[in-house]
Each structure stands twice: as C-alpha cells, then as structure tokens.
C-alpha cells in the first residue's frame, strides 16, 4: 500500500511540473527574442510561407507560378519560361526576372 501513496505523489508533481511547463510555453511564446511583446495579428504573406515550407527555391518556384497565374509569365512543360511583363511588381519577381 506503501507504492500507491508513493504513485499518487509522483503523479502529483508531475502534474505540477508540466503545468508550469505550460504556462512558460505561453508566456514565452508572447515575447520575441529581445523579449517584447509580438504581434499575434501578423498574417504570413506567400512569400514567407513558401520560405518556411522549402526555403529559398521554393520562393522562387511561388514567386514564378504566382507571376504565371496573372498572364505575366509563360511556362513551358520543358522547363523554360517567358516572362510578358519585364516589370516586377515587388522585390521577389524583380529577383526572379532578373536570373
């Protein structure tokens, strides 16, 4: 019976330590690295989730199917492309355009 008073107890300061876990988790995920406070209303662009998702060659790739989307750009089945419009509108298809 001894086991079970043992058991309870070290159930009950595992309990604790993941709450305070938990709670360390939330309030650091409020603060950037300097330790302000961040804002929770900022929404990813296209850019930055292709980043995330592939790094840089998958920004390309967004940033070439996007500029395709719009009629500004051609792509071939063989893996050439033809831009239409030699302007780009920001600085990621003037960085396309421009290789």
Partial sequence: ?????????????AGIACTRLCLAA????DLDTE??????????????????SGGPARVADVTMV???RQRRLL???????TVV???G?????????GR
């Fill in 35 to 52: 330790g302000v406070p961040t804002d929770r209303e900022h929404d990813l662009t296209l850019y930055e989730a292709a980043f995330l």
């Fill in 26 to 29: 939330v309030r650091s995920a």
């Fill in 85 to 87: 419009d030699p302007r």
């Fill in 89 to 97: 509108r920001d600085e990621m298809e003037r960085s396309v355009i």
């Fill in 1 to 13: 019976m001894f086991w079970v008073l043992l058991l309870l107890l070290a159930w009950a300061f």
């Fill in 66 to 68: 996007a500029m395709a």
């Fill in 75 to 81: 792509l071939a089945h063989t893996g050439w492309a």
